[in-house]
């Protein structure tokens, strides 16, 4: 009876053209805070080889940073200020936790067994930490702040209404897609990572300090991850649970993507996005089943993903 | 000549049979049961990562199937108690010869996500399934067995139940890992693609190794059920995967016993700090930072070099 | 006896033809070097012969069975063992440890889940034995990775014999080799032909270990057989000379 009511509202939804392009404004918007969290564990995979299980609440703590910064600091410029700031605060958060704890590991195990292991330890250690953390200084409560008021102005597309600032975020994702293609394909900072993954000890002798690239792009991802954050807190608040929710979504979607890949993780991020958002309409029991078994399926037939290679 | 190992670990063995009756505190024996189940799931995920070299993210997924199965019998089916047991012991392992099956066929990292989307699935089924599995509300009031006409109501009597089934369990498991089978095991841990060109099928020992321990994984989730009254969806998430993670390497992923041990320092803390404290995962966490950082052989690697040093000392002091 | 033969192999991965219509016949003891440029398909061509890759056309007959395509773990059962570039052993397992994995496996008892493996006195016996063979007697307690280079390769040759393998493939076996640790591993390889009736086929750049052990030698180039036959032979063949040489005259 279920089934039958929610094929039922999916078609509907799908010959009514508000409520579908409702459906695909929300899907994408969320698809867009996968993306960065997803594009932040995929580099940091690619490049480190290291499946940061932490990724989830450094976004959650971007979401709780921005929170704090705009109750303080109250002006009208003061998203903007955040939106700017805040991603570099993680960032700097990644840059510690990857010299403090996942150098050493990586140094101390010459076994690459060992240090993958190891590294699944400590990362899965911070979330724990900072799941908690943010608990003792927040608070355990639901925490959100209103849209920026330069975005809240509503656009009337296809018969339904939204702020601006959902079409906001998903130019900030298509942005910073093209930048991050950019900078790994025609920069030169992007072409010594790409160096480091095919082969670190030629790298190395070629006087590269790999460590401190290595740093340096966990603190990217860090970035990423922060970013998609400040970006959500308007719309979907911050909580405690946020991080270990959308972690999983993430590495769904970074499988589906390719680890490693930054297009991947785009076009992987709008699929479950989209799945997401019609999903529930159809069959909302069992939505998330479908994502992971979206996840097993790819792992099966090709686990390299849509796009995945070994950079 | 009887070794000192082997006599320490029957005293360990009849300590732990007459436990309940010298030491009469409900509250130690409940503890001990739980560390029993506890430990022989760690020991279970133990089996694939520390001595086959794998990293199971799912493996609460069988440990959920056992004990959704045994309810599952119980309550829809109306099975008797230890029959039903029996079966949840089983059936678990045809979901393993699947779910195994496609998780063999890839290496590592993606091995360990495969192996996190089949449990997330098994998971998400149960906790969406309402009307079958009960949803998130989980199934409550599952009776104790029934022996002889006895129900094993009481704390000490189901420690008892629980006892010969653990220690049984334990002994397989250390017959198979010193077994030939065990060696090459090993081998495969160690270096699979050497072991190809040994004759090794390492793909068949592989997920013999995975059946085992979905057996033992999905014992204890049974043997959990009857111990709580209830069973609830959580069984079979990769937090709980986590749970027999943490124990394994906090004890000792390259020790036989290590899981046990770190079982029962996991589970002692935790009923200790949660009545001090909400914040166990930040403890946990900052546990595992320092596992990682500064222990990774474990609470019995540390032991075994404490052990060297000693040795080492005493050979100094003779000269 | 012909022991190994291979048929018109092929081995194209996508553009590039890695093995290009390669044959071989190796009888029963003989002592086979195959050499040749970097890059000039060696290696691949082992690979495809042990089972690593399938072959794109073309076939492996071992003994006189058809083995094209068998993977590895079948190959090996039927008598070939294999001995690799950079040294595989099981690091983290003891030396004999090492050796009776192989010899469990070689002997089928992998399937006994419950018997003691310290208790079956045939495999440890084996195990002492091959020890013996390769002369790592005394060390089986040692941790496989306390071992010197040298003789860590000398475990691996071990593990390669446990089957009885008819024919031995080696890849490099001194690469990375003292001088005196390359005389003591091809004494160990002649002694192993005389002794157990095993035939070697190797991959090998040191020149000295090639033109003083071997009965034939295959040069290859660019994925082609371009020579075969006895060391004087090959030593006077201008296309050998070229490929060789030619590089350091190509310039002036």
């Given amino acids: 009876m279920e089934e039958e009511d929610g094929m039922n509202e999916l078609f509907n939804c799908l010959s009514s053209p508000s409520c579908l392009v409702g459906q695909l404004v929300t899907g994408l918007t969320y698809a867009i805070f996968l993306f960065l969290i997803a594009s932040g564990l995929s580099i940091i995979f690619g490049v480190l080889n290291i499946v940061n299980f932490a990724h989830g609440s450094l976004y959650m703590l971007g979401a709780y940073f921005a929170y704090s910064y705009t109750t303080l600091f109250t002006s009208k410029e003061t998203y903007w200020l955040a939106f700017f700031l805040i991603p570099f605060g993680v960032a700097g958060f990644g840059a510690f936790m990857e010299y403090f704890f996942l150098r050493p590991i990586s140094q101390r195990y010459p076994k690459m067994a060992e240090r993958e292991l190891f590294h699944i330890l400590a990362t899965y250690g911070f979330l724990l930490l900072l799941d908690d953390v943010v608990k003792i200084i927040w608070g355990a409560r639901f925490f959100s702040v209103s849209l920026p008021p330069s975005l809240s102005p509503k656009i009337s597309f296809m018969g339904k209404v939204f702020p601006v600032y959902y079409f906001f975020v998903m130019a900030v994702g298509l942005v910073i897609a093209i930048a991050l293609w950019f900078w790994l394909n025609r920069t030169n900072f992007g072409r010594v990572v790409r160096a480091a993954v095919s082969n670190t000890e030629i790298v190395a002798s070629l006087g590269v300090n790999v460590p401190a690239l290595y740093t340096r792009v966990f603190a990217l991802g860090a970035w990423l991850g922060g970013l998609g954050g400040v970006l959500a807190l308007p719309i979907r608040s911050a909580n405690p649970e946020m991080g270990g929710d959308i972690l999983f979504e993430s590495f769904i979607v970074v499988v589906v993507g390719g680890l490693g890949s930054i297009w991947g993780a785009l076009i992987g991020a709008i699929m479950i996005g989209i799945l997401r958002s019609f999903g529930i309409l159809a069959i909302p029991s069992l939505e998330l089943v479908f994502a992971f078994v979206l996840m097993a399926i790819v792992l099966i037939l090709r686990p390299r993903g849509i796009l995945g290679k070994i950079w | 000549m009887v070794k000192p190992q082997s006599l320490l670990w029957v005293l360990v063995i009849l300590a732990l049979v007459v436990f309940p009756l010298i030491i009469k505190a409900e509250f130690l024996t409940f503890l001990l049961t739980e560390i029993l189940i506890m430990g022989l799931f760690a020991m279970s995920f133990n089996l694939l990562l520390g001595y086959t070299g794998l990293l199971p993210f799912g493996h609460a997924g069988f440990f959920g199937l056992g004990a959704y199965t045994l309810t599952l019998l119980i309550k829809k089916a109306s099975l008797p108690i230890l029959l039903s047991f029996i079966l949840s012991l089983f059936i678990p392992v045809l979901f393993a010869l699947v779910i195994g099956y496609f998780c063999i066929q890839r290496v590592k990292v993606y091995f360990a996500l495969l192996s996190l989307a089949f449990g997330q699935i098994i998971f998400t089924i149960i906790f969406k399934w309402y009307s079958f599995t009960g949803g998130d509300t989980g199934i409550y009031s599952v009776p104790r067995p029934v022996l002889f006409g006895w129900e094993l109501k009481s704390t000490v009597a189901y420690y008892y139940f629980t006892l010969p089934f653990v220690l049984l369990s334990l002994l397989l498991l250390l017959m198979i890992v010193r077994s030939p089978f065990g060696v090459i095991l090993r081998a495969i841990r160690e270096n699979p693609e050497r072991a190809e060109y040994l004759a090794i099928h390492v793909k068949k020992y592989q997920l013999l190794s995975f059946l085992i321990s979905a057996f033992f994984a999905a014992e204890a989730g049974s043997l959990f059920v009857l111990f709580q009254g209830y069973s609830v969806p959580i069984f079979a998430h990769a937090t709980k995967t986590v749970e027999a993670l943490v124990m394994t390497i906090l004890g000792g992923t390259y020790s036989f016993i290590g899981p046990i041990i770190g079982a029962a320092i996991v589970t002692g803390l935790d009923k200790i700090l949660t009545t001090y404290t909400e914040y166990w995962p930040l403890v946990l966490g900052i546990i595992l930072l320092f596992l990682a950082l500064y222990l990774p052989g474990g609470v019995i690697g540390l032991w075994e070099k404490i052990k060297v040093s000693i040795k080492l000392k005493g050979s100094e002091g003779r000269e | ?252």
């Fill in chain 3, 1 to 252: 006896m012909t022991v190994l033969q291979v048929e018109g192999l092929k081995k194209y991965f996508g553009g590039v033809h890695a093995v290009e219509d390669v044959f071989l016949q190796l009888r029963e003891g003989e002592i086979r070097a195959v050499i040749g440029p970097n890059g000039a398909g060696k290696t691949t061509f082992f690979n495809v012969v042990c089972g690593k890759y399938p072959p794109t056309s073309g076939k492996v007959f071992l003994m006189g069975m058809d083995v094209t395509g068998l993977p590895p773990y079948r190959i090996s059962r039927l008598g070939l063992g294999k001995s690799f570039q950079i040294t595989n052993i099981f690091q983290g397992l003891t030396v004999f440890e090492n050796v009776q994995a192989a010899v469990i496996s070689f002997q089928k008892k992998g399937g006994n889940f419950l018997t003691p493996a310290s208790r079956l006195k045939e495999i440890n016996d084996e195990v002492m034995e091959i020890l013996k063979a390769v002369g790592l007697e005394g060390k089986e307690a040692f941790p496989s990775i306390s071992l010197s280079h040298g003789e860590q390769r000398h475990l691996e040759i071990g593990l390669a014999l446990a089957g009885r393998p008819k024919i031995l493939l080696l890849d490099e076996p001194t690469a990375g080799m003292t001088p005196y640790e390359s005389i003591l591993t091809m004494e160990l390889i002649k002694k192993l032909v005389k002794e157990k009736g095993v035939t070697i086929l190797f991959a090998e750049h040191d020149m000295d270990v090639v033109f003083s052990v071997t009965d034939r030698i295959t040069v290859m180039n660019q994925g082609r057989v371009i020579a075969e036959g006895i060391p004087e032979e090959i030593k006077q063949h201008q296309e050998v000379r070229d490929v060789y040489l030619g590089r350091t005259y190509a310039g002036s």
